[in-house]
Every structure is written in structure tokens, then in C-alpha cells.
């Protein structure tokens, strides 16, 4: 009796069409997932290149060249100088926050009463619609209704109802995937110890479904704090940082290179709020 080895050194071994076909299998399958971790590396690349690139220009000399170098902390020293952008900063953390905390209650409500409806799949449909439409189109449908129907004066109450209606949809996903998740039995057993409805909520439920809240409120916050495109049709006199981000980068002044560092420096914000909320959410539940 031949040891498996040796069957397989001569299936290895054998013409191709009397080569076993689980041979053949195995080294096609071999191919496609070397191609699939290829391309996935390309794509991690594509996101994380021009960051990174972005991070190495906001130190050089002439960041508009398109070659690193000489380098140097000029940029950053006139950005600390040059305290313009600080009040737009300061705007869009406010606005940010405020729709985090609003997609983030609002979804909640949606999304633990959404799975137990009998037509939640029509109003899922209504809910995640504003993800298929485009942000100018969105924003200037917003204008023609606000400003040109019902003569409303544009502010940061119009930005704040842009920002929600372009971040909710991502909120509401987020809390979707833990509520759907969540095990009912686990407030029935509850209700069975005596605990009321706040209670269960508190104590049972909340806890579990913790990580897509605060998902929500991050999506809320990033994409609010990132947005553009609405804000520039419904600002009215308000300014975000993406908007004085773009009237710099617009204007052909000598401020264009301050922009490098100053998305560096939102860059590195971003990264650090989301691993401090992934640690927070699931680092310090692995130590345990």
C-alpha cells in the first residue's frame, strides 16, 4: 500500500488529463486567492497612499511641485500663525457633534422598532435613499425648497439638516447590524425578574447593542464634519473647515500650501478618534 506522499508525487507528477482533478482544483483555487490578495493590497494601497503622500508634502518646501523636498516645518509654523482656520475647525466639531448625537438617537429609536414592523423592508428602501442620491443634487433640491419655496433664510440649521440627511442612512446601518442581531428572549427574561421597561433597556439591552451607537454617532460626526458639497448650497453665511478648506484651495493665494497641513493635522484627528472608539468598543472587551 503506497503512502499518501508518494500518491500524491506522482498525481503531481501524472500528464494533465489524467491528473486528478482535486489537484487541479487546489492550484486554481491557489491562483485566485493569491489574485484576490493582490488586489486587496492595491486597494489598501490606493486608500492609504495619497495620505500618506498627503502627510509627506505638508513638510516639504514647495508642496505644489509634486516631488517631496527639501523638507521643512514652514507650513506648519505659518498654519499656527495664521489662525483663520480655527473658528471653521471649531464650527464643524459643533455641527459634527450635534448630528452624531442626533443620527445616533434618532437611528436608535428607528432601528430597534424597524425589524418588528411588517413593512420595514419599503421603509428601510425610504430610509437609505439619500445614499443614492448625489450630494449636489440633494443639496440643491434642499435650496430650491427651503429658500426659494418657503423664503427661509439659510444658516447652520439648514447645514445641520443637510449633514443629517446625507449621514443618517449610514447611522441607521450601523445600529442595524446590532439591533437585528440582539436576542428579544433576553428582555422577555427580564421582564420575567420583574424589571421594568427602562430597566430592561438600561441594563439588558443597551449594553449589547453599544457598539452601533456609537458607530452612528462616529458616522454622524465624520461625515458631517467632512461635508461639502450640501454645505456649500445651504450654508447661507456659515463656514465649515471643508468650505474654507476649498475657498483656500480656490483662491490661487500663497495660503494654498497651508491646507496640506492643515488636512495632515484633521487627518490625524480622524485616525485617532476612530482607534480610541475601536479600542474602547471591542480592545479593553478582548482584554477581559
Known amino acids: 500500500m503506497s503512502a499518501p506522499g508518494t500518491i500524491t508525487r506522482m498525481?503531481?507528477?501524472?500528464?494533465?488529463e489524467v491528473r486528478p482533478v482535486h489537484v487541479r482544483a487546489g492550484r486554481l483555487e491557489h491562483r485566485l486567492g493569491l489574485l484576490a490578495a493582490l488586489g486587496g493590497f492595491g486597494m489598501i494601497a490606493l486608500t492609504y497612499?495619497?495620505?500618506l503622500w498627503l502627510g509627506i508634502m505638508s513638510v516639504s518646501a514647495?508642496?505644489?511641485g509634486g516631488l517631496p523636498g527639501p523638507f521643512t516645518l514652514e507650513w506648519y509654523d505659518r498654519l499656527f500663525t495664521d489662525r483663520r482656520w480655527v473658528g471653521p475647525l471649531l464650527a464643524s466639531m459643533g455641527c459634527g457633534a450635534v448630528v452624531g448625537l442626533a443620527c445616533a438617537a434618532s437611528g436608535l429609536l428607528v432601528a430597534r422598532a424597524l425589524p418588528q414592523l411588517r413593512a420595514r423592508g419599503a421603509l428601510l428602501i425610504a430610509f437609505l435613499a439619500p445614499l443614492f442620491i448625489p450630494g449636489v443634487?440633494?443639496?440643491?433640491?434642499l435650496f430650491l425648497y427651503l429658500r426659494v419655496f418657503l423664503g427661509l433664510r439659510l444658516g447652520w440649521w439648514s447645514v445641520f439638516l443637510a449633514h443629517f440627511a446625507w449621514a443618517y442612512p449610514f447611522a441607521l446601518l450601523a445600529l442595524l447590524v446590532t439591533t437585528t442581531?440582539?436576542?428579544t428572549r433576553l428582555n422577555d427574561a427580564a421582564a420575567d425578574l420583574g424589571a421594568g421597561p427602562w430597566?430592561?433597556?438600561?441594563d439588558v439591552e443597551f449594553p449589547l447593542i453599544m457598539p452601533g451607537v456609537v458607530s452612528a454617532a462616529l458616522f454622524g460626526f465624520l461625515l458631517s464634519f467632512n461635508e461639502l458639497a450640501r454645505t456649500i448650497l445651504l450654508r447661507g453665511t456659515a463656514t465649515t473647515l471643508p468650505l474654507?478648506?476649498?475657498a483656500q484651495a480656490t483662491s490661487h493665494s500663497s495660503n494654498v500650501p497651508l491646507i496640506f497641513a492643515l488636512a495632515t493635522l484633521v487627518l490625524l484627528a480622524s485616525l485617532l478618534l476612530i482607534g480610541v472608539s475601536f479600542w474602547m468598543l471591542f480592545g479593553r472587551a478582548a482584554d477581559r
Open 11 to 16: 498525481a503531481a507528477d501524472a500528464p494533465p
Open 49 to 51: 497612499a495619497p495620505m
Open 62 to 64: 514647495d508642496p505644489l
Open 137 to 141: 443634487l440633494l443639496g440643491a433640491g
Open 181 to 183: 442581531r440582539f436576542d
Open 199 to 202: 430597566r430592561r433597556f438600561v
Open 244 to 246: 474654507f478648506e476649498w
